[in-house]
């Protein structure tokens, strides 16, 4: 059973530029979290969807961030106008119910850089 | 709201000592607790739960006992290995499905 998949796992962008995160999450999960860890912190919650429905987006910026996750295909996070700000790595995770005793399974991360 | 206070790092002992790092939390109701640990450019991996109160979690030699009466998760090992040299993660997910994570704990285990 393949993990979370996430890509790219590296991303270099200049400022002002979008960058596009990928997630799929594992076999038979519906639920996916986005999650970002900055430099010398832990993980902060940014989003959490099912199929074609954000839940909940509380911890993303109210700006330039956007999450999506479609009836078919990957989960997306987009970041617009990149700033330096936003040079984190930033983590897929999946479940398959929205329950408190569940396990989130993350996936390696992508490392965004923004020059 | 909820929040993770763990012991910060780094940590550094040697091959075959005691591993002990400490978490404590806040949360409302009935949380479940968690221990995620990281390898160096790599994702969290789950190293062990405990959903109620009194549960040990334990994996790869590792545990951590659910103490609702202190509010703690210390997560201890009897004897490292070079190979356990990670960033740990205490973590809780109250009521709702947000994980909620503390700094994070380097460890170095020298041979």
Redesign the interface.
Known sequence: NAG?M?NPRHLVRRRGQEARLRCSPMKGHS?V?W?RQLP??????MV?LQKENII?ES?MPKERFSAEFPKEGPSILRIQQVVRGDSAAY?C?S?PR????????????TRLTVL | GDSVTQMEGPVTLSEEAFLTINCTYTATGYPSLFWYVQYPGEGLQLLLKATKADDKGSNKGFEATYRKETTSFHLEKGSVQVSDSAVYFCALMGSNYKLTFGKGTLLTVNP
Do not use: I, R
């Open positions: 979370v996430q639920h979290y999650y010398e912190e832990g993980l902060k919650f959490y909940d911890g983590f995770a479940s929205a329950d408190h005793t569940d396990t989130q399974y993350f996936g390696p991360g």
